[in-house]
């Protein structure tokens, strides 16, 4: 069982940055594979990024290519997201996920706990 707990969201003008973080229970974190996905209002959540369990693996959607990256401590039990060039259309609410598993995914069903999520807004 792990338990996801998002922070870091917020209001930032176009072009900013943020880092979000997500911290996990338990002592297994490093046999996960982690992913951030976002779910933007009134649209479905969508995959954003992912990393294998070691860190050594990543994969990110197109239209964040570039821009985001994300990273994890395995010795802190936390996942992040780093966020720059940041749009308006990247405002929605992010959450990361843990997947039993220690090859990254994209597919939200590939992923067996949930945090709760943090609000991005960007503005323009």
């Known amino acids: 069982q792990v338990h996801l707990v998002e922070s870091g969201g917020g209001v930032v003008q176009a072009g900013g940055s943020l880092r979000l973080s997500c911290a996990a229970s338990?002592?297994?974190?490093?046999?996960?594979?982690m992913g951030w996905f976002r779910q933007a209002p009134g649209k479905d959540r969508t995959f954003v990024a992912g990393?294998?369990?070691?860190?050594?693996?990543?994969t990110y959607e197109d239209s964040v290519k570039g821009r985001f990256t994300i990273s994890r401590d395995n010795a802190k039990n936390s996942l992040y997201l780093q966020m720059s060039s940041l749009k308006p259309d990247d405002t929605a609410v992010y959450y990361c996920?843990?997947?039993?598993?220690?090859?990254?995914?994209?597919?939200?069903?590939?992923?067996?706990?949930w945090g709760q999520g943090t609000q991005v807004t960007v503005s323009s």
């Open positions: 338990g002592r297994t974190f490093g046999n996960y594979a």
């Open positions: 996920a843990a997947r039993r598993l220690v090859n990254r995914s994209s597919r939200e069903s590939d992923y067996d706990y």
């Open positions: 990393i294998s369990f070691s860190g050594g693996s990543t």
